[in-house]
Structures are given as C-alpha cells and as structure tokens.
C-alpha cells in the first residue's frame, strides 16, 4: 500500500510558479511511475506529467510542455511538480498518483494510488 500527501498548493498570480510535493509511503515508491493530474470546477480530471520510477523518462500534456516540470529523490520518496509561467486556465487540484505498472498506464489517466489533492489557484 502506498499513501500519497501533497504539499504547495496555494494562490500566485499569473506568470508566477509554484513547487507542488508528494511525499510517499512505503518502501517500494522507488519501484512505482509517478504523475501529477488536476481537476477544474466543472472539468474532467486530466494528465498533467508523468515520471518513470528510474527519473530517466517524463512526459507532459502539451498545455503544460515547457513550463512545468516534474521530478523525482527517491531517497526522500518524494515527487515534485515545478509550475513556472502560471496561467489563470492551470486553476485545479492537483492530484499526485503511482502506479504498479508502467508510466504508459498513467500517462492514459489511470493510477493505482492517489493522494488527496492541493488547491492551486492563478489570479490574473
């Protein structure tokens, strides 16, 4: 069982950034892909990025390619998603995710855990 808490949610007006975090449990999150998806008010939840469990590979949704960036330290079981040039349309929670199997599984919008969610919203 892994058990996902995000972190650095909050309000930034646009064209600032943000740094979200996920810190895991469990032992084996060194082992799992991660990624990052957000919901507006109203919207369907959606793909943001995704990481391989290694950190060799990521992938993003073409609305958020070259300003946003994830990562990963495995030794600290954490994941982060740095948001740069905010947008008022980046308004969401922002969801942290693992998965089991492979990125492909998350990049498609499906994970096995999920953690809670952090609010972030862009003031224009």
């Known amino acids: 069982q892994v058990q996902l808490v995000e972190s650095g949610g909050g309000l930034v007006q646009a064209g600032g950034s943000l740094r979200l975090s996920c810190a895991a449990s469990?032992?084996?999150?060194?082992?799992?892909?991660m990624g990052w998806f957000r919901q507006a008010p109203g919207k369907e939840r959606e793909f943001v990025a995704a990481?391989?469990?290694?950190?060799?590979?990521?992938y993003y949704a073409d609305s958020v390619k070259g300003r946003f960036t994830i990562s990963r330290d495995n030794a600290k079981n954490t994941v982060y998603l740095q948001m740069n040039s905010l947008k008022p349309e980046d308004t969401a929670v922002y969801y942290c995710?693992?998965?089991?199997?492979?990125?492909?599984?998350?990049?498609?919008?499906?994970?096995?855990?999920w953690g809670q969610g952090t609010q972030v919203t862009v003031s224009s």
């Open positions: 990481i391989s469990w290694s950190g060799r590979s990521t």
């Open positions: 995710a693992a998965d089991k199997g492979t990125t492909s599984t998350i990049v498609a919008g499906r994970a096995d855990y």
């Open positions: 469990g032992r084996t999150f060194s082992s799992y892909p």
